[in-house]
């Protein structure tokens, strides 16, 4: 088995679509085996199915992980010994190699019409048995020249292979089969080009999904058509929905990572979390930085079992994440976290940066991800329209007149207006208007943060008030009282 620091690894990804969590969980492994004691990684563009290719979809893939900190040895972008890396521009190559395994007597043409493949097919479950190619084998196939399906002829034999993470694996003759080469279009299939790719770009470690262990039987028997030397195969496990019973898709609410990068998850969060998802290093942590994944990974820590995805833990993680990032730091993000958007609610525009930053200092507990920022801070901007629904729907609020609403915010203002605002003497005064008002701190506290603010939530009364400062907290009081004066 080649060292770690010998590894060459490839993302292979296909531009069918979004970069989802599987495909950039995929890239991270790859990425991590090489980064601990060298090696290359490789990005190659495996575009041979042009019918599903849809447009845009490199350029996304490129963005996607240069903004998870993914970066590569070699790749479409930026060239390397083994261009082009976009096999689409590679056909020559892969027609090469299948002349070679037609020179050797290794490959055939296939003269077969659909509606005869068809028939074999119906043929094959009419008698109970699996369909194989190879039954139907022509005795005296046509020279290949294009037109026609190019198939490897197989060499059926039960095959034994060590996989890093599934353990040692075995198939019998059944799993080899004749299969497509190079299609009648001229681009050759996966099962043929990775395998060429691989071998050309000194590919030293195969990482991928769990659908691609049936066909490694195949892709084993025309490795050894070709004379190839076997890679290190390693297999993640499948990502599962919530609840664990089925893997995830889209209608499971798998989002493109780069929704998830505008939604405000941190990409060193992503990152982490990616890892997660089939890895541990045998501890209880859940929390790494970067460089702490790039020195604790090993492809023998994967786990075999399914791995959940869990939003909620995702969002658990950003908050973390967020919550050891220094303030200075953190207010970068908010105006840009990679993907060019200013988190902030329009009305901070004019605000400066210390007062932002002053705003950001008191929320950073709670925040989950940077586009909250606008529905846990816009109060501190400009003044939200009165809601008095925040104090009817509150079951404590309710059940106090109008009345004695009306006094408790008359003495908050009074205590409040001798106050210098300062954090300190604000929480001194609040906590001595609890003396001698009677009242507990969830009625107290709660009407006076939403008179003051009318927000659904905010953070410490005491912080707040000091943030907003004691003009704009004294006149909100005040609208408050009349609102509640008119409302009687």
Known sequence: MPSMSEAVTRFAVSPTGYMHVGGARNALFDWLVVQK???????????????????????????????????????????????????????????????????????????????????????????????????HRPDNPPTWDGTQPLRLKSDPKAYSWHDLVLGDLSAGAEAVDDFVLIKSDGFPTYNFCHIVDDELMGVTHVIRSQEFTASVPRFLNLYDALGIKWPVFATLPWIMAPGGKKKLSKRDGAKDVMDYAKQGILPETMVNFLASLGWNDGTEQEIFSVQELIDKFSLDRIQRAGASFDEQRLFWMNGTH?????????????????????????????????????????????????????????????????????IDGNKQLSKLSREEQRALLEAAQETLSGSNFSAEDLADRLNKLLETTGQKPGILFSLIRIATTWAPASPGLADTMHILGKDLTLKRLSISLDTLSEKA
């Open 37 to 135: 004691q060298g090696g290359r990684f490789i990005l190659r563009i495996e575009d041979t199915d042009q019918a599903r290719e849809v447009e845009g979809a490199v350029a996304h893939i490129i963005t996607s992980l240069k903004w998870l900190g993914i970066d590569w040895h070699e790749g479409p972008d930026i060239g390397g010994p083994h261009a082009p890396y976009t096999q689409s521009e590679r056909l020559d190559i892969y027609k090469e190699w299948a002349q070679k395994l037609i020179d050797k007597g290794l490959a055939y043409a296939d003269p077969y019409s659909k509606e005869e493949l068809d028939e074999f097919r119906a043929a094959a479950q009419a008698a109970k048995k699996p369909f194989l190619y190879r039954d």
């Open 322 to 390: 967020i919550r050891t990032m220094t303030l200075d730091e953190l207010y970068g993000r908010t105006l840009d976290n990679g993907v060019g958007i200013n988190y902030w609610p329009e009305e901070a525009k004019a605000a400066n940066d210390d007062y932002c930053k002053q705003v950001l200092g008191v929320i950073q507990e709670r925040l989950k991800y940077l586009s909250e920022l606008p529905e846990l801070t816009r109060f501190f901007f400009t003044d939200l329209p009165v809601d008095l629904e925040l």
